[in-house]
Nanobody, 123 residues
Framework: QVQLVESGGGLVQAGGSLRLSCTAS????????MAWFRQAPGKGREGVSYFSWVDNTKDYASSVQGRFTISRDKGEKTLYLQMNSLKPEDTAMYYC????????????????WGQGTQVTVSS
């Protein structure tokens, strides 16, 4: 059974940093693209970044490019999202997700989801 558990969210001032973690069980990072999504109140779930299982390609939404960095520790089965220069518009629930498809930031392509961790950025 696949389980994804996020941690690391919190309250931070604009310009600050946070690092999110997602610990996975029941799957191998060699077989799944891992990604971060976020959902702000009243908005749809938005793809933030993915890490490809095929060729280790990483990609980012334009809104976070240059500020966020995705990484993973295969041995620990942990996915990370380093978030720097945070803005109030980054406030959202952040979710970890896994998919057998590749090169996608569409939520419809992801089969497994964590429960989310809240990130709040104050101005």
């Amino acid at each position: 059974q696949v389980q994804l558990v996020e941690s690391g969210g919190g309250l931070v001032q604009a310009g600050g940093s946070l690092r999110l973690s997602c610990t996975a069980s029941g799957l191998s990072f060699d077989d799944y693209t891992m990604a971060w999504f976020r959902q702000a109140p009243g908005k749809g779930r938005e793809g933030v970044s993915y890490f490809s299982w095929v060729d280790n390609t990483k990609d980012y939404a334009s809104s976070v490019q240059g500020r966020f960095t995705i990484s993973r520790d295969k041995g620990e089965k942990t996915l990370y999202l380093q978030m720097n220069s945070l803005k109030p518009e980054d406030t959202a629930m952040y979710y970890c997700a896994a998919s057998r498809m590749d090169y996608s930031l569409s939520r419809y392509d992801y089969n497994y989801w964590g429960q989310g961790t809240q990130v709040t950025v104050s101005s």
